[in-house]
């Protein structure tokens, strides 16, 4: 039962990171009604880390692509890289806010925020944002044509999926989106910025819990993950193929559902 409860885990995580429905609600509510332990922001937050490989891995070509750096040694493409300095411009926020909420706030995030009234009536502020995004006009913008300023505002908008039911990827892009983007590189862009956001996320938690660590068990765990990685590529490369040519009125639809099914359950 231990490995089936990690590997349900894995999957929700896998399935709900990327897809703009917030993995951190769906973690916390699915594991509630099916009468499973909640797996905490901690745990959450430590198979995340197998959604950071799986970005990694799936988009490996944009992120280390030398063909036309050939001239340059990894560090200077570390140093002078366009996507790369937009990717840190676009962390700031997150690290800002991330920060002072675990220094100040602790308390009022896990008991306040975490509750199911706080997400359910996120998802139908979620909800709104991404129609909003999803009827605004076409834009030209690019991972190539950008400038640090869009890079900021993104990140901004980031910032506040630290609170959950917001989700990451529904605010990234949503936020790209009205500012501008192009649909598919609006997505591409949010996938990027999530590596060191959820990254960091994963190694703050797992410092602060150290010791919680022990009672998990490494081979569950490790199931956990691998699950969570497996089911993140198929997410990826999912939203990259439906969004580009759907929008996000299907998601905007399920979001409701979602709220509405949490105050019925409350």
Known sequence: MEYLKFILYGLIQGLTEFIPV???????????????????????????FGSVLAIAWYFRNDIFNFK??????????????????????GTIPLVLLGGSIKLFATDFFDNILRSNLS?????????????LADSSKRGSINLKSHNYSNSFLIGLFQAFAIFPGVSRSGVTISSALI???????????SFLLGLPA?????????????NDFFSLG?????????TTFFSSLLSINFLLKYFSSNGLKIFIIYRVIFGVVILLNL
């Open 179 to 189: 500012s501008g983007w192009e649909r598919r590189d609006a997505v591409k862009f």
């Open 218 to 226: 490494f081979f569950p765990l490790f199931v956990g993950l691998v």
């Open 119 to 131: 997400i359910a009536l996120v998802s139908f502020l979620m909800s709104f944002f991404m129609y």
């Open 22 to 48: 917030s993995s951190t609600a769906h973690l916390k509510v699915i594991s509630l009604f099916l009468g499973i332990d909640d797996p905490g922001s901690s745990l959450s937050a430590t198979i995340q």
């Open 68 to 89: 036309s750096q050939t001239s340059k040694n990894f560090l200077e493409y570390l140093l002078h890289g366009k996507l790369l300095r937009s990717i840190l411009i």
């Open 198 to 210: 959820i990254s960091l996320a994963a190694i703050v938690e797992f410092i602060s819990s150290f």
